[in-house]
């Protein structure tokens, strides 16, 4: 399983964004998603993640509200939409992998995810 993020770019503060994780290799079905992030200096984040099925979802609380995470399994892909975003969500984004069940249990721990992808800057300023 590979996993490639898209999306990324430059918006202004008050805008959004729609970040893709497109999977290939194998399918999503059995997989456990995060998205994460990390910004200059400082270290990655979990933001939201999802149970294979998409039945539970979660949210780091400085984007509960605003971001929304979603997933098509047929389509292999996983998406965070960012809603007004602001220029604190300025890093960049990473979508990660497990069928560790513990990554429901503990989503932002890092160690639980084996697959990570690339990553998409995403950049909030005017």
């Known amino acids: 399983l590979q996993l490639v993020e898209s999306g990324g770019g430059l918006v202004q503060p008050g805008g959004s964004l729609r970040l893709s994780c497109v999977a290939s290799g194998y399918t999503l079905d059995y997989y456990h998603i995060g998205w994460f992030r990390q910004a200059p200096g400082k270290e990655r984040e979990g933001v939201s993640c999802?149970?294979?099925?998409?039945?539970?979802?979660k949210y780091g609380d400085s984007v509960k509200g605003r971001f929304t995470i979603s997933r098509d399994n047929a389509k292999t892909t996983v998406y965070l939409q960012m809603n007004s975003l602001k220029a604190e969500d300025t890093a960049v984004y990473y979508c990660a992998a497990t069928v560790d069940d513990l990554a429901i249990i503990a989503p932002w721990r890092r160690d639980n995810y084996h697959i990570w992808g690339q990553g998409t800057q995403v950049t909030v300023s005017t």
């Open positions: 999802s149970s294979s099925t998409g039945g539970s979802t």
